[in-house]
Structures are given as C-alpha cells and as structure tokens.
C-alpha cells in the first residue's frame, strides 16, 4: 500500500484549515485516513500548527510520501526524510 502525507481539507468558504493525515495514494484527498498527524491552519498570524513528530518520523521512516505542502511545513519544523 503506497502511503502518502498530505493535507486534509476542512473549514467553510474562505475559512479552510487542514488536518496533516496519512492516506492511500490510490483514495481522494477527503477519504477516510489511516492516520491523523496533526493539523494546519494557515488563517491565523502566525499560522498555527500542530504536529505529532514521533509519528512523522515513523511514517517517513516505513516509506511515506509527503506532499510538496506537507514537505515544507515538515522543513519548518525540523522533522527530517527518515531512511527505513
């Protein structure tokens, strides 16, 4: 099963944020997760995030994708590509 990190899309018209979930590169974007990392939510100044570095790292670590988006909120805190 080819996993991927990415963002979760949640919130009304012009008020998003997003959960940082890990998911089946095969489903949608908005289909059920195998498992939530955190979340995003890019409207307040700073934005404010929320993630669960241990489980980050495992996922990297088992052969998990990130997305481009998921890439640079894992550079900007500091959580590094873990080889398996």
Not at 29 to 47: F, V
Not at 58 to 79: C, E, M, N, Q, R
Request: no cysteine; charged share 35%; proline share 7%.
């Amino acid at each position: 099963m080819p996993a991927v990190i990415r963002l979760k899309r949640f919130g009304t018209l012009k008020k998003p944020f997003h959960r940082i979930v890990v998911i089946d590169k095969r489903r949608a974007r908005d289909s059920e997760p195998i498992e939530t990392l955190g979340y995003y939510d890019p409207k307040t100044n700073p934005a404010n995030v929320k993630l669960n570095k241990e489980r980050a790292e495992y996922w990297l670590g088992v052969g998990a994708t990130p997305s481009d988006a998921v890439k640079l909120l894992f550079k900007k805190h500091g959580i590094k590509k873990v080889k398996a």
